[in-house]
């Protein structure tokens, strides 16, 4: 399917659900229409509540797995639409699949990917803008690597100084990780002031950095999930590595 396909959804009326607090799902892989969600409960993850547990700790110390930001979003994206123990079918349809790739190129969609040995094997996507990052779904082929994905990704929000990270639904593997539900009225409420704030005050805030940082920003463009990848690097000076910071500031902060 060609990224212009009329049968996709336009990137400008994707990203326009997600700011209002509603996003797209399918009822099965082969699916070619799609049904707009608002739930009535909604999942968190509080940025400053991340549980890392120590096992996850000493993974992310030893850099058991290379980590990186939009190298492989479409494969990441097929891999969490791949069939699963227990759960066979996908919400992530083609047209679906189609439609945030021409986000992700539009610069709105992003991913983290784990690679051992060369092998993708674990990572997540989502929506980001303003100071909120939406997560879409996540995968994993080894045990820890979907949990350093999320590590990576609530670590280098926070660099970044997002306010909220969302993960529609709740799962007992996201709430043992901290995530917690809300009510999509208050969820609406944290939306609202997380692009509000955006708008109001990070500009220069965000430029300095990317000065810093050898990345180069639009005029009126905010700093997103990328430039906070970029952040967690340009912070590991010699001996300290990405990993090592990433769970020294969770232990820091639990």
């Not at 820890?144 to 997002?162: F, H, N, P, Q, Y």
């Not at 539900?181 to 997380?194: H, K, V």
């Not at 997103?224 to 952040?231: D, K, R, T, V």
Request: charged residues 20%; contains cysteine.
């Amino acid at each position: 399917m060609a990224r212009n396909d009329p049968h996709t959804i336009p990137p400008d009326l994707l990203l326009k659900a997600y700011r209002a607090g509603i996003f797209p799902m399918a009822d099965s892989r082969d699916d070619p229409e799609v049904f707009w969600v608002e739930p009535r409960m909604r999942a968190i993850l509080p940025l400053d509540g991340f549980h890392m547990s120590h096992s996850l700790a000493r993974t992310l110390r030893r850099e058991r797995f290379s980590v990186t930001c939009n190298a492989a979003f479409e494969a990441v994206i097929d891999a969490c639409a791949a069939p699963r123990l227990g759960a066979e079918e996908s919400w992530i349809s083609t047209r679906i699949r189609e439609s945030y790739i021409g986000l992700h190129e539009h610069g709105h969609a992003h991913s983290i990917e784990c690679w051992r040995e060369g092998r993708l094997v674990g990572g997540l996507y989502g929506v980001g803008f303003a100071r909120v990052f939406c997560g879409e779904s996540m995968f994993s082929r080894e045990p820890d690597a979907s949990k350093v994905a999320l590590a990576w990704l609530v670590a280098a929000l926070r660099r970044i100084g997002a306010e909220l990270l969302d993960c529609q639904f709740t799962t007992s593997h996201l709430a043992s990780l901290g995530a917690i539900e809300i009510p999509q009225s208050q969820y609406l409420q944290l939306l609202s002031a997380a692009q509000r704030h955006s708008s109001a005050g990070e500009a220069d805030g965000a430029r300095a950095l990317a000065d810093a940082l050898g990345v180069g920003l639009g005029e009126g463009a905010a700093l997103g999930l990328p430039e906070g990848f970029a952040a967690l690097r340009a912070d590991s000076t010699g001996s300290s590595s990405p990993g090592k910071l990433i769970a020294q500031s969770f232990t820091q902060t639990s």
